[in-house]
C-alpha cells in the first residue's frame, strides 16, 4: 500500500463519487474480475417471469410464456439462479435467465439481432424512466422537468414507445452548458439532452450494456457497473509497491468531442447487427447541439452528459485496453483519464510511442503538453482522479484541493448572513463527502484545508466585529481552533487520525 499507515487502505465496497465526473453509482453490486463474464456472487433476485406476451426467439434462444404454478427446483434452474446473481445488476426487465445464458455463452457469431423490441418494452422504458427521475437531471432544450414529464407519464411513455416501434423517434436536440473544469479557468462542455431523451436512451443502454460489459478487459474502470475511481486507484497502488515507478501520464485531447462517428459505429456493429438499434446511435450522435442561439450538428464526438455516451466512450477504447493487455503493459484507465506503470524508463518510452501510434489510427489526439514520462520516485510526481502521487504517498491533487474550496466559497463569505452554527451546518457534508474520498491520503494533505476553512470563518466573524481585512492573530486568539470544534465544524484532520487509529485497533 502507498500512503501513511493502515488509515490509506482502500475500503472495498465503499461508494465514491470521482471528482468532477459522473462515475458509477455507489451501491452497484461488485463483479468477479476473472476473463469473460465479470461477476458477482450475491443474493438471489428474483428473475424475470414476465417478460413480453407470447413467444420471443433470442438468438436460438425461444422464450415461452411464464407457467401457471412454478416448477420443482431443478439443477438446470439453480445454474439459472446463479446466472441471474452473476448478472444482479442488469435490468431485469430487459434480460431475463435465458438471455442471460445466451450471453455468457456466447451467441452465433457473437453478433446480437433483433434487439429493438427490447429497447421499447413498457417495462423497460418504466425502469428507464426511474433512473432518469433518480438521477434529478435539469431540463433539455425543451424545458421540460422530469417532475412535468412524469404528471403525463404514461402518456408520455407510450408515444415514446410507440415512436421506438414504427421507427419514427426521432431524438430532440442537446443543451449546451459550460462548466467549469477544476483546478483551471477553463470550461467543459456539458450536453444536455431532454428528458423524453434521457428515458430512451438509459432504455438502449439497458439493452446494450451487458453485451459490451461481457467482454471489456480489467484495465478500464470507468462508467462500468460495480467499478470505480477507487478501484482504479488501488490498483496504481499495487503497481507502485510493485515498483512501477516510471508512468505515461496521458491525456487524450478533447476526447467526447472528437470521437469518429464512421469508426464508433463500426465498433458496435461487431456485437450488435439490430439496423434500427445502429440507427438510433447513430440519430444520438447526430443530435443538434443548442447553445444559446447557435445550433449545429457535430461531425465527430458524443455528448458529454447523454447517458448513453460513456458507454460508447469505453466501447471506442476497449481495442486500446485489449492490445495493452495483449503486450503485457499495465494500464489503469477511468473513462478518458489513464495512466500506465512500469518499471523502466525504456519500457514507458516504447509505450507511449506505441500509444502514440495507435491514437492517431484512431482518429484521436493525445495532449502534447499534458501528455509524459514521470518517476514517481521522484519529486514531481503525478495526479490521477484527483490524487497527487509521489515518492510513495499520495494526498489531494490541487485540482482537488481548488474544487473543494470552489464549493465552499460561497457558504462562508463574510457577507453571509446566517448564524455561525447554520453555515457550520451546511459546510460539514461537504467537508465529509470530500474526506470520504480523500481520507486514504497522507494526513498533510488535509491540513491546509483545514487552516484555510477556518481562517475563512475568522475573516467573517471579524467583518461582525466591524473590522476591515482578512483575520491576523487577534482573531486566532479570540476564535481558536477549540471555539470551530465546539460549533461541531468537520475537522479533515481530526478525521482522518481519528480513522488511523480505529484502522489499528
Not at 427490447?118 to 422504458?125: A, D, I, S, T
Not at 424512466?129 to 411513455?157: I, P
Request: net charge positive.
Amino acid at each position: 500500500m502507498v500512503g501513511d499507515g493502515t488509515a490509506g487502505r482502500w475500503s472495498a465496497g465503499s461508494g465514491e463519487t470521482c471528482p468532477g465526473r459522473d462515475g458509477v453509482h455507489a451501491g452497484d453490486p461488485p463483479k468477479n474480475r476473472r476473463a469473460g463474464v465479470r461477476a458477482s456472487i450475491v443474493a438471489k433476485k428474483p428473475g424475470n417471469t414476465g417478460g413480453a406476451k407470447g413467444r420471443r426467439k433470442v438468438e436460438g434462444v425461444t422464450e415461452g410464456c411464464a407457467q401457471q404454478s412454478p416448477p420443482a427446483v431443478t439443477a438446470r434452474s439453480t445454474q439459472g439462479g446463479e446466472i441471474r446473481a452473476r448478472w444482479a445488476w442488469v435490468e431485469e426487465s430487459v434480460w431475463t435467465e435465458r438471455m442471460l445464458t445466451a450471453l455468457e455463452t456466447a451467441v452465433k457469431g457473437g453478433v446480437w439481432f433483433s434487439l429493438i423490441d427490447k429497447v421499447f418494452g413498457p417495462r423497460n422504458l418504466r425502469a428507464s424512466f426511474a433512473k432518469v427521475k433518480a438521477n434529478d437531471g435539469a431540463a433539455g432544450a425543451d424545458r421540460q422537468t422530469v417532475a412535468m414529464f412524469e404528471r403525463g407519464l404514461e402518456a408520455n411513455l407510450e408515444k415514446l414507445g410507440n415512436e421506438l416501434r414504427a421507427g419514427t423517434y426521432r431524438p430532440q436536440g442537446v443543451k449546451r452548458v459550460w462548466i467549469p473544469k477544476p483546478g483551471r479557468h477553463e470550461k467543459r462542455p456539458l450536453g444536455i439532452p431532454t428528458v423524453r431523451d434521457r428515458v430512451a436512451q438509459t432504455a438502449l443502454r439497458n439493452v446494450l450494456e451487458p453485451i459490451f460489459e461481457r467482454d471489456f478487459a480489467a484495465q478500464s474502470y470507468g462508467f462500468r457497473p460495480g467499478r470505480g475511481c477507487k478501484d482504479a486507484l488501488r490498483r496504481v497502488d499495487h503497481l507502485l509497491m510493485q515498483g512501477s515507478t516510471w508512468i505515461v501520464d496521458a491525456d487524450l485531447k478533447s476526447y467526447f468531442d472528437t470521437i469518429p462517428h464512421r469508426r464508433l459505429l463500426a465498433r458496435v456493429r461487431e456485437k450488435v447487427a439490430d439496423g434500427r438499434v445502429l440507427a438510433m446511435i447513430e440519430a444520438f450522435l447526430n443530435q443538434k447541439v443548442m447553445d444559446g442561439l447557435e445550433e449545429w450538428t457535430p461531425e465527430a464526438g458524443s455528448p458529454q452528459g447523454a447517458v448513453v455516451s460513456p458507454l460508447l466512450s469505453n466501447i471506442y477504447l476497449d481495442p486500446l485496453d485489449q492490445h495493452m493487455a495483449r503486450t503485457g503493459r499495465e494500464m489503469v484507465r477511468y473513462a478518458d483519464d489513464f495512466v500506465m506503470l512500469f518499471r523502466t524508463r525504456e519500457e514507458a518510452e516504447a509505450a507511449l510511442q506505441e500509444l502514440r501510434v495507435w491514437t492517431r489510427e484512431a482518429g484521436l489526439t493525445l495532449h502534447p503538453e499534458k501528455t509524459r514520462i514521470v518517476d514517481a520516485a521522484q519529486p514531481g510526481g503525478f495526479d490521477f482522479l484527483g490524487y497527487h502521487f509521489e515518492r510513495g504517498k499520495k494526498w489531494p491533487s490541487e485540482k482537488g484541493v481548488k474544487k473543494l474550496r470552489d464549493t465552499l466559497r460561497p457558504l462562508t463569505k463574510r457577507t453571509n448572513g446566517h448564524s455561525l452554527k447554520t453555515i457550520v451546518t451546511k459546510v460539514n457534508p461537504k467537508l465529509r463527502g470530500w474526506f470520504a474520498y480523500f481520507k486514504h491520503g497522507a494526513r498533510y494533505g488535509l491540513v491546509a484545508v483545514d487552516k484555510w476553512l477556518r481562517r475563512r470563518l475568522r475573516s467573517l466573524l471579524r467583518k461582525r466585529k466591524k473590522r476591515r481585512g482578512i483575520s491576523r492573530g487577534r482573531e486566532n486568539v479570540e476564535w481558536p481552533n477549540r471555539f470551530f470544534a465546539e460549533l461541531g465544524l468537520f475537522t479533515l484532520a481530526t478525521a482522518h487520525a481519528t480513522a488511523s487509529q480505529s484502522s489499528r485497533r
